[in-house]
């Protein structure tokens, strides 16, 4: 089947760093994905993996490991609008369809 | 551009009622999906559709859930009749072609959808 893992929860102070692991399992991955989403909000998007490596786009990092099933988002210089829940996400392409798949989210609060 | 529309942002009715739900998709995206956040399961995939054509609606709960997309700027969810365990955001987003170098999806602000 399908699924992803990340943790339900995680605690930072301002100005640290902070790493949300997910692992996924599908049968035909295409690229892993990472979203913000701030209570009561929308989902924004973050990042994009397609390949193996680590891309990063300012305070945000993300790293993907294909062989492992295996991804993370870093973020750095924690703010407070940093709390917000951030959802792993998998385009999936078993069957044939290009659909997407959510993580349950990480919900992340960054303390003075 | 706006951004994804829809539309209403907040519904309260009763079992048993028709509900609609609304979507305006960002100009010129091929792609459309609907979904459904709950805190019990998340945000869950209902359907999509490319160039106006539904692709996947494996997601869709029940023969009570409907989606149409008539044209390349609209799209309709539809829940008849509705229940309780309904209520749930409803989120509409758009997307252009899935590239590998370009996944963003767009989401709309959602529908809360309240069902007594």
């Known amino acids: 089947g399908q699924s992803l893992e990340q943790p339900s929860e995680v605690t930072a102070v301002e100005g640290a760093i902070v790493q949300i692991n997910c692992t996924y399992q599908?049968?035909?991955?295409?690229?892993l994905s990472w979203y913000q989403q701030h209570d009561g909000g929308a989902p924004t998007f973050l990042s994009y993996?397609?390949?193996?490596g680590l891309e990063e786009t300012g305070r945000f990092s993300s790293f993907l490991s294909r062989s492992d099933s295996y991804g993370y988002l870093l973020l750095q210089e924690l703010q407070m609008k940093d709390s917000a829940s951030y959802f792993c996400?998998?385009?999936?392409?078993?069957?044939?369809?290009?659909?997407?798949?959510f993580g349950t989210g990480t919900r992340l609060k960054v303390l003075a | 551009d706006a951004g994804v529309i829809q539309s209403p942002r907040h519904e309260v009715t009763e079992m048993g009622q028709e509900v609609t739900l609304r979507c305006k998709p960002i100009?010129?995206?091929?792609?459309l999906f609907w979904y459904r956040q709950t805190m019990m399961r998340g945000l869950e995939l209902l359907i999509y559709?490319?160039?106006?054509?539904?692709?996947?609606d494996s997601g869709m709960p029940e023969d009570r859930f409907s989606a149409k997309m008539p044209n390349a700027s609209f799209s309709t969810l539809k829940i008849q009749p509705s229940e309780p365990r309904d209520s749930a955001v409803y989120f509409c987003?758009?997307?252009?072609?899935?590239?590998?170098?370009?996944?963003?999806?767009?989401f709309g602000p959602g529908t809360r959808l309240t069902v007594l």
């Open positions: 987003a758009s997307s252009p072609t899935p590239e590998v170098q370009y996944n963003e999806q767009f």
């Open positions: 599908t049968s035909g991955f295409y690229g």
């Open positions: 993996n397609a390949l193996d």
């Open positions: 996400a998998v385009r999936d392409g078993t069957s044939g369809t290009y659909k997407y798949i």
């Open positions: 100009s010129g995206h091929d792609y």
């Open positions: 559709f490319n160039n106006n054509v539904p692709i996947d």
